[in-house]
Structures are given as C-alpha cells and as structure tokens.
C-alpha cells in the first residue's frame, strides 16, 4: 500500500515533480500484482491519456480486472465500461453489450448500475422494453437515495407506466430528487404545482 501511495505522489506531483510516465510504471508493476486499486489508477491512465497513449480498450481491460476482484472503485468503473459501450467512447457502440456491463454493475448493487439498468429497461436499450422492470430497478436505486433513480420512479407513478398512477407517490419521489437539487425533479414538481 505504500507504494501505491507513492506512486500516487508521483502520479499527482505531491513532494516529488510530478512524473506520468514514471507513475503509469509503477501503477502497472502493482496492478500486475493483483492489487485492484492500482489497476483502477492504471485504468485511469490509460483512459485519460496520461503518462501513455489513450487506449480505452486496455483502461477496460484494467478495469475489469479491479471489478473481478470486487472493488467497489472498481464496480462504479464496470458502470463507466457500459456508459463507453452506451455511448461508443473507444469501443464501438453496443447496446446490448452497454446493458450487460450495466447489469454487472446493478447485481453488485451500484446504484448507478440500477438507476442505468432501469433506464435500458424502460427506453429498450440493449433489451426488451419493459416499464415494470424498470420500476423495479429505478426503485432499488432510488432506495439508496440515487436522484436520476428517484426522477425516473416519480415519472413512472406519475404517468402509471409499469406501476398504476398514484401522483402522491410520484412527488414523493420527485421531492427526494429534488432535495438532492435534480433540476428535472424541481420542474416536475412546479409543473404538479408543488414546488416549492
């Protein structure tokens, strides 16, 4: 660990001058070793295009091993490899590969990865479209207080898609996001009257 430490000091020039390439070694003889938060940081490197050429298939490759061994650093970058996928970012653009990376992410109980599944399951993203899937999958998200979860579920009761309409319970929903300050929320609930 303190060499993943010092590695840090070189990565971001704290005590020493900072030093990429240097870092990006270090970072790899760590990361080969098994440890799961070098191979995030490596990822990183290689993602950003610092201190190596950017190389978004081999900062999926790193990640992926971080996420195999269970990092939590390493399943919110599982979410990010399926947003590359979602949206073509160094790999080509894939639904449905993006949906099953989301859906690794989700069955570790990222909430993002639960929020985006939902979101794949309620547009039809990489699967088949499915509302009632999606209030599942928005719900456990949105029980762990995620604001793009909370905005999606209050739409659901509101318009009674995969769920009977209950507008009580859609500005329940819509007033969780929007104390987190989701803007789309805020306009829901001035729309239903309710804000502030």
């Not at 020493?16 to 938060?37: I, N, Y």
């Not at 599982?78 to 449905?96: A, L």
């Not at 590969?97 to 993002?112: C, D, I, L, R, V």
Request: proline fraction near 2%; aromatic fraction near 16%.
């Amino acid at each position: 660990m303190s060499q993943f430490h010092l590695t840090q000091c070189y990565y971001q020039g704290v005590g020493v001058d900072e030093d990429h390439t240097k870092a990006v070694d270090m970072f790899r003889s760590l990361a080969e070793c098994g440890m799961a938060q070098a191979q995030v940081a490596l990822g990183r490197c290689f993602e950003s295009g610092e201190g190596v050429d950017q190389d978004y298939s081999t900062a999926i490759e790193w990640y992926s091993k971080a996420a195999d061994q269970g990092s939590e650093d390493g399943r919110l970058h599982i979410f990010w490899i399926g947003m590359c996928h979602r949206h073509g970012g160094g790999v080509s653009k894939d639904y449905e590969k993006a949906f099953e990376w989301f859906g690794k992410s989700a069955n570790q109980h990222n909430s993002y990865g639960e929020w985006i599944v939902g979101f794949c399951c309620y547009h039809g993203y990489g699967v088949i479209k499915d509302h009632t899937k999606a209030v599942e999958w928005y719900r456990k998200s949105a029980e762990q207080g995620n604001r793009y979860a909370q905005d999606w579920l209050g739409h659901c009761y509101h318009g009674g898609r995969g769920v009977p309409q209950d507008i009580d319970t859609a500005i329940f929903w819509y007033r969780k996001s929007a104390d987190h300050g989701w803007p789309y929320a805020i306009n829901s609930l001035k729309e239903l009257g309710k804000w502030p």
